[in-house]
């Protein structure tokens, strides 16, 4: 039975990882990035409303007092 010759198998797998790097780093440096990265604001900008800003309180049927 004939043993399977693998003095060529270090050569591949060395060539092959050099090869995936080479193309990583490519598709990296092909990548658009933003010039100038923008600052969104925190801040919510509530609609104007018609309505009285003011707090109101709703009664559910189970918190009424009983009589």
């Known amino acids: ?3 399977l010759d693998t ?3 270090f050569i591949t797998i060395v060539s ?3 090869t995936l790097f080479i193309m990583i780093q490519l ?3 092909n990548h658009p990035y933003p010039l100038t990265p923008q ?3 925190t801040k919510s900008d509530k609609p ?3 309505w009285n ?3 109101t309180k709703i009664y559910l049927p189970l918190s009424l007092p009983l009589q």
Do not use: C, D, E, V
Request: no cysteine.
């Open 39 to 41: 600052i969104k604001s």
């Open 16 to 18: 092959m990882f050099l």
């Open 53 to 55: 800003n003011q707090w």
């Open 7 to 9: 003095s060529t198998w």
């Open 27 to 29: 598709k990296i440096a």
């Open 48 to 50: 104007k409303s018609p």
């Open 1 to 3: 039975m004939p043993q």
